[in-house]
């Protein structure tokens, strides 16, 4: 807090208290009696040391431990004040006489006090002086910085001696120098006088010491600490630097440093939330698969499940198709999409629950929740047949139409045979709707690749050498978690990074396997079925080197040719020869995976060799 300025002629009361006008002068420069001309006066004698008359460095008498004593201190009277943060240089002169090196021992230090006269930790210790042989005075100094908390410092002169040596030592003439002060930080001044009197006319001459007192009229004033609000910038809210036990009830609490953590449950305390994991938001609400019914929180207050006129359910289970449980949802152009084993419903979401309604049920079913993916303006799901879309399957009414998993419906039927449970996404930087359906040690994956909005895409199979837990969108990044390892998608990447074991023990390592690339076409007739075809050529168009077989024997397990090694685009240049005959054929391109590669067009150059009647 500010206290007022020292005035003139001012009445003041006992407990007053002010600041002065004009800084004291600076304190003493010079120790009281630091050479002992004047007799042991002006110092604070501690332990075995004396004021010693009849030898000194610049006169006749000094400080002296006596031989076959431990040791002591003789502290200065004198009272230096000195600026928090500024420095004093305190010297003095030692005599060992006739010690040998070692045995005897001096230095001079400086002892900080506070305002209540409490020393401030350990002196500030000189160099120590501990060979005088041949009789010579050697100089201990040292130079040390006021610190925090300090009022004043005392400088004096330690001597110490082996226990079983009997030769004294001499100390004599401390000085000081250095930044001396007349007023010290939080210094101020309180009347102290039994009754209210008048300051003088002129201002005194203040003490600038805690304690010390000076008289000015009829005023007494003694100096004090003054009070103040020092503000300390710390951080609040600091971890340990180990881990703390954490606490499994939920409730408990752990302090971590200065970091107190409380336990809390992750799961909706709301008794109306269903808490399973067919979930779906929409219209800043949450639904979520409640058996036969579809339930759902308040609108943006996913805690909430059990508000009136905002939190409720959708009665699926009451409507057509509705007597299996929910087991899978999505959205359909802002519509919800309840699934159970038979049938799907659409219903039409609002914040308000009063605008909710149910628009159409077909009987056309899915019971796989993580398959379905929102693709452009519809939705991919996984029947039991296969792949299956809402906007095809809504205007046929019919799982058999040409939906686009018709190509491959045998391979996921086969891949759902084996109980891998399927995972569904769709990535908008590919344009690719992803079923994958994770095994014991890879992920097989069957990938529809979308050319032009409207048209038919086309399947891919993949294969991944490890198994896919989870996937994440990340801008236009796909990421796949497998264990503790995330994999990132990267077109412009030639192999899989999967880590393995040494087969030594050892740290596992990271390995690249590169990933070949198969094209396979079916067994194609070129014509009238059963008609032996002569082929005497083909060209290929693309890039990356690739190799080419010829399926020849379709009743023969698929018979194919030995692979043919060419060069990416034949069609520069004359045909390449494969001269072959067969009823039906099919085509195998192979690429090893060790440069990029893609596959534009393939020309076979063939002839019927007999007619049919």
């Not at 808490?275 to 219209?283: E, G, L, Y």
């Not at 057509?320 to 219903?347: C, D, H, K, T």
């Not at 809504?394 to 996921?412: E, Y």
């Not at 698929?558 to 009823?583: E, H, K, N, Q, S």
Request: with cysteine; glycine share 10%.
């Amino acid at each position: 807090m500010a206290y007022p300025i020292w005035q003139p002629g001012t009445l003041y009361q006992p407990g007053d208290i002010v600041v002065p006008i004009t800084m004291p002068p600076p304190s003493s420069t010079v120790v009281q009696n630091g050479g002992f001309n004047s007799g042991s006066s002006g110092w604070d004698y501690g332990g075995d040391v004396e004021y010693f008359n009849g030898y000194g460095f610049s006169g006749n008498a000094c400080l002296r431990l006596a031989g076959n004593l431990p040791g002591g201190t003789a502290l200065n009277q004198t009272q230096l004040v000195v600026p928090v943060g500024k420095q004093i240089t305190a010297s003095c002169m030692i005599q060992q006489g006739a010690a040998i090196a070692g045995a005897t021992r001096g230095w001079v230090e400086v002892q900080w006090f506070d305002a209540s006269d409490t020393p401030l930790g350990s002196p500030n210790k000189g160099n120590v002086v501990d060979d005088g042989r041949g009789g010579r005075w050697n100089k201990s100094s040292v130079t040390a910085t006021c610190p925090a908390g300090a009022a004043y410092c005392r400088a004096g002169i330690t001597l110490w001696s082996v226990a079983d040596h009997n030769h004294p030592v001499w100390g004599d003439e401390l000085q000081v120098q250095g930044t001396f002060a007349g007023l010290p930080d939080s210094l101020a001044y309180r009347a102290v006088q039994p009754e209210s009197g008048f300051s003088a006319a002129n201002e005194p001459a203040w003490p600038p010491v805690l304690g010390q007192t000076v008289v000015d009229n009829e005023v007494t004033w003694e100096a004090i600490s003054s009070t103040r609000v020092t503000w300390t910038a710390q951080p609040l809210y600091v971890s340990g630097a180990t881990e703390p036990d954490w606490p499994e009830g939920a409730g408990e609490y752990v302090l971590d440093g200065s970091v107190l953590f409380r336990a809390v449950s992750r799961r909706v305390e709301d008794v109306n939330c269903p808490n399973t994991k067919i979930v779906a938001i929409a219209s800043s609400k949450v639904y979520c698969a409640d058996d036969d019914i579809v339930r759902y929180s308040a609108t943006v207050n996913p805690l909430d499940w059990s508000s009136a006129d905002d939190a409720g359910y959708l009665p699926t289970g009451l409507q057509n198709y509705g007597s299996n449980p929910v087991a899978a949802m999505g959205l359909y152009r802002a519509n919800l999409i309840p699934f159970n084993a038979e049938a799907f419903q659409l219903w039409q979401l609002d914040e308000d629950p009063a605008n909710m309604a149910l628009l159409d049920a077909l009987p056309m079913g899915s019971t796989q929740h993580h398959a379905m993916a929102a693709v452009s303006n519809d939705l991919f799901f996984l029947a039991s047949q296969g792949v299956r879309t809402v906007g095809i399957a809504a205007s046929s009414t019919n799982f058999q139409a040409g939906d686009v998993g018709m190509p491959i419906d045998p391979l996921v039927q086969a891949a759902m045979a084996t109980g891998a449970v399927p995972l569904g996404l769709y990535f908008p930087a590919a344009g690719q709707y992803w079923l994958m359906f994770p095994r014991e040690t890879d992920t097989h994956v069957f990938v529809y690749s979308m050319t032009v909005i409207g048209q038919v895409g086309a399947w891919s199979r993949y294969e991944f050498p490890f198994v896919v837990e989870d996937w994440a969108i990340a801008g236009d990044s796909l990421y796949l978690r497998s264990g503790d390892y995330v994999h990132r998608v990267d077109e412009a990447v030639l192999g899989d990074e999967v880590v393995v074991l040494p087969s030594g023990g050892g740290d596992p390592v990271r390995e690249v396997r590169p990933f070949p690339g198969l094209i396979r076409w079916p067994w194609l007739d070129f014509g009238q079925p059963g008609v032996t075809k002569a082929v005497y050529g083909f060209d290929i168009v693309g890039t990356g080197a690739v190799s080419v077989s010829f399926g020849i024997d379709q009743s023969n397990g698929g018979l194919f040719t030995p692979p043919y090694r060419v060069p990416a685009d034949t069609v520069p240049g004359m045909v390449i020869p494969m001269p072959l005959a067969a009823p039906s054929l099919a085509v195998e391109l192979r690429y090893d995976g060790s440069e990029r590669w893609q596959w534009n067009a393939l020309q076979l150059y063939l002839q019927d060799n007999r007619p049919m009647s």
